[in-house]
């Protein structure tokens, strides 16, 4: 079975267990993945991903020209804006409009440097610093603007009133730390206003130097 069957196959498997599993809903969220050769799967526009047809996956050459499939998701400003900045580091990205991390988004006392308080261990460990990014209509090329704008310093952002977005090495590496952050939002929004004992400072950087985690 040749690479880009698997990943074809792997895509829409993981995206029917997010849809399944209440993490985005309807017609919404997006992944894409990289060919060793260069070339991208994507998710097609208007799609549901709990409803993908391998088949009709939106495929791109190593320039970024659509040379196959159906209509491609309209968030490729991003998608592409994160394989540009990220290198050989991003090899997958998923997003998705999961409920807790945009209702995260929406809190005027959410820092826009790090929007994820540090609850546990894992959040830091797969994702680093998460940026809350300014509203931007869905689409708009100005999304992956502000991306490069963040010269591949972080391998995941919450778009404001829209949701998150995850490049990681593969796509089981994207869709775990997706899971993650939604997981980590929704605990924060569960202890928001008890006081709920932190990490320290010196905790978290054990575990940043311990596994070696982006944390600029």
């Not at 549901?48 to 209509?71: Q, T, V």
Request: proline share 6%.
């Amino acid at each position: 079975m040749s690479e880009e069957t698997i990943l074809r196959e792997q895509i829409c498997s993981m995206a029917r267990s997010i849809f399944e599993r209440g993490l985005t809903g309807g017609a919404s969220g997006n992944i894409s993945t990289r060919l060793s050769d260069g070339r991208l799967l994507v998710t097609p526009t208007g799609s549901s991903l709990g409803a993908l047809d391998p088949a009709r996956l939106s495929l791109f050459d190593e320039k970024g020209n659509h040379i196959g499939g159906d209509a491609p998701t309209k968030e490729m400003p991003l998608h592409s804006a994160f394989y540009e900045t990220r290198g050989a580091k991003t090899g997958a990205i998923v997003h998705l409009h999961s409920c807790h991390s945009v209702a995260l988004s929406m809190l005027p006392d959410t820092d826009p440097d790090n929007v994820l308080p540090p609850l546990t261990p894992y959040s830091i460990m797969r994702l680093g610093k998460v940026k809350l990014l300014p509203y931007f209509r869905p689409g708009d090329a100005a999304i992956g603007e502000a991306i490069r704008g963040l010269a591949g310093k972080r391998s995941a952002v919450l778009l404001a009133n829209h949701g998150p977005v995850v490049a990681a090495k593969d796509l089981e590496a994207a869709v775990y730390s997706m899971e993650e952050l939604e997981e980590t939002a929704r605990l924060a929004l569960l202890t928001r206003g008890m006081s709920p004992r932190l990490l320290t400072p010196e905790q978290v950087r054990d575990v940043v130097d311990h596994f070696n985690v982006e944390w600029d």
